[in-house]
């Protein structure tokens, strides 16, 4: 057992889990209490009146080869979101344990936390050097009852990556105190790798993934969690036995074929050519005070008057989010749309 697993709850640790019908499927199923037929409309393949599998191999050894790591060490989720209520439930005893957030971020890591019952400490990203991690802070901040650390990267809503050596510094400073949670929910748009490369050299390290974004696959609810097997074991015991639906296992299957990942990466190359066309042409215009550099599917934009550009966009039939907080006081987030869409986009504030 890694040095980690001892920050869990000791509860989860001795919890027998739900022990779902056997999976056998030579075998006539008569077990699960399933319906025996298939209803009208259904087009699936195994069909829809059965239970799917509980973490489906195809997604789990294919998601597994996608990420470079071994299929222990991965759990198949709903998107990011589940990996975040499961990191939560597995270490955090409501009322006692704490976890580390660097806003301005991603709030569903602060919102899991608070369903869970676990305190949510703040340590800010530092807006005066391009929004960068203040890893001291974050070490200040850790005490005996924090489990988690979450850093995304590249961050949302600021768009920036943090170079994988920092990660890896604070990782090994953290150790084995808290566990850090990188999600690179936006990896595959950014110049930076994924740490997923050094799982088995950071014992304390959880990475999340998704298919949401540079996949298109958001409608899906398909991501995983990816850490050391001991962990992915202990996230088992408390994921719900069918988490992932039939037509999702068919449909993501299929996309990870090799001419499917090659669309998606000339599709990250085309987003990646309008990002860069459209935060040339936002800087252009007269009530743009700032484009931060992005490497992300989104640009973070600072606005003299950003009532006045959620009007106008609004004007041409779309919407952009209002991202305005303390640490973002006249700030909007722009998702890159398709080449007509940002021409539409532009011109409501041309």
Same mark, same amino acid.
């Given at each position: 057992?890694?040095?980690?697993?001892?920050?869990a709850r000791p509860d989860i640790l001795a919890l027998d889990p739900y022990r779902h019908a056997a999976w056998e499927p030579t075998l006539t199923r008569m077990h699960a209490n399933e319906l025996p037929w298939r209803?009208?409309?259904?087009?699936?393949?195994?069909?829809?009146?059965?239970?799917?599998?509980?973490?489906?191999?195809?997604?789990?050894?294919?998601?597994?080869?996608?990420?470079?790591?071994?299929?222990?060490?991965?759990?198949?989720?709903?998107?990011?979101?589940?990996?975040?209520?499961?990191?939560?439930?597995?270490?955090?005893?409501?009322?006692?344990?704490?976890?580390?957030?660097?806003?301005?971020?991603?709030?569903?890591?602060?919102?899991?936390?608070?369903?869970?019952?676990?305190?949510?400490?703040?340590?800010? +990203?530092?807006?005066?050097? &391009?929004? =960068?991690?203040?890893?001291?802070?974050? /070490?200040? #901040?850790?005490? *005996?009852?924090?489990? $988690?650390?979450?850093?995304?990267?590249?961050?949302?809503?600021?768009?920036?990556?943090?170079?994988?050596?920092?990660?890896?510094?604070?990782?090994?400073?953290?150790?084995?105190?808290?566990?850090?949670?990188?999600?690179?929910?936006?990896?595959?748009?950014?110049?930076?790798?994924?740490?997923?490369?050094?799982?088995?050299?950071?014992?304390?390290?959880?990475?999340?993934?998704? +298919?949401?974004?540079?996949? &298109?696959? =958001?409608?899906?609810?398909?991501?995983? /969690?990816? #850490?050391?097997? *001991?962990?992915?074991? $202990?996230?088992?015991?408390?994921?719900?036995?069918?988490?992932?639906?039939?037509?999702?296992?068919?449909?993501?299957?299929?996309?990870?074929?090799?001419?499917?990942?090659?669309?998606?990466?000339?599709?990250?190359?085309?987003?990646?050519?309008?990002?860069?066309?459209?935060?040339?042409?936002?800087?252009?215009?007269?009530?743009?005070?700032?484009?931060?550099?992005?490497?992300?599917?989104?640009?973070?934009?600072?606005? =003299?008057?950003?009532?006045?550009?959620?009007?106008?966009?609004?004007?041409?039939?779309?919407?952009?989010?209002?991202?305005?907080?303390?640490?973002?006081?006249?700030?909007?987030?722009?998702?890159?749309?398709?080449?007509?869409?940002?021409?539409?986009?532009?011109?409501?504030?041309?």
């Amino acid at each position: 057992m890694s040095s980690i697993l001892a920050r869990a709850r000791p509860d989860i640790l001795a919890l027998d889990p739900y022990r779902h019908a056997a999976w056998e499927p030579t075998l006539t199923r008569m077990h699960a209490n399933e319906l025996p037929w298939r209803v009208e409309g259904d087009i699936s393949q195994a069909g829809l009146n059965r239970y799917p599998e509980p973490q489906p191999p195809p997604l789990v050894e294919g998601l597994a080869a996608l990420y470079g790591v071994r299929a222990e060490q991965l759990l198949v989720g709903r998107g990011s979101d589940e990996a975040i209520d499961l990191l939560m439930r597995v270490f955090c005893r409501a009322g006692q344990d704490n976890v580390i957030v660097c806003p301005p971020t991603f709030g569903m890591y602060g919102v899991a936390a608070r369903i869970q019952g676990a305190a949510v400490r703040a340590v800010p +990203l530092a807006a005066q050097s &391009g929004f =960068a991690l203040d890893m001291q802070a974050i /070490l200040a #901040a850790v005490d *005996d009852n924090t489990r $988690l650390v979450f850093v995304c990267s590249p961050n949302n809503p600021t768009a920036n990556a943090v170079a994988p050596a920092l990660l890896e510094e604070l990782a090994a400073r953290l150790n084995p105190r808290a566990l850090l949670v990188v999600d690179e929910a936006y990896i595959e748009f950014a110049s930076v790798p994924s740490l997923c490369a050094r799982l088995d050299a950071i014992p304390n390290l959880a990475v999340l993934r998704t +298919l949401s974004k540079a996949h &298109g696959l =958001a409608g899906a609810r398909c991501g995983a /969690l990816i #850490a050391q097997a *001991d962990i992915i074991a $202990l996230a088992r015991k408390v994921i719900p036995p069918y988490a992932i639906t039939q037509m999702t296992v068919e449909a993501v299957a299929a996309l990870l074929s090799p001419t499917a990942l090659a669309r998606m990466c000339a599709g990250v190359q085309q987003l990646l050519a309008e990002r860069a066309r459209l935060a040339t042409s936002l800087r252009a215009m007269p009530g743009i005070r700032h484009v931060w550099p992005s490497d992300a599917n989104f640009l973070l934009v600072d606005c =003299a008057d950003a009532d006045d550009v959620l009007r106008r966009v609004r004007g041409a039939g779309l919407i952009i989010r209002d991202v305005r907080q303390s640490a973002l006081p006249c700030s909007l987030r722009i998702s890159v749309g398709t080449p007509q869409q940002n021409d539409r986009l532009l011109e409501s504030l041309r």
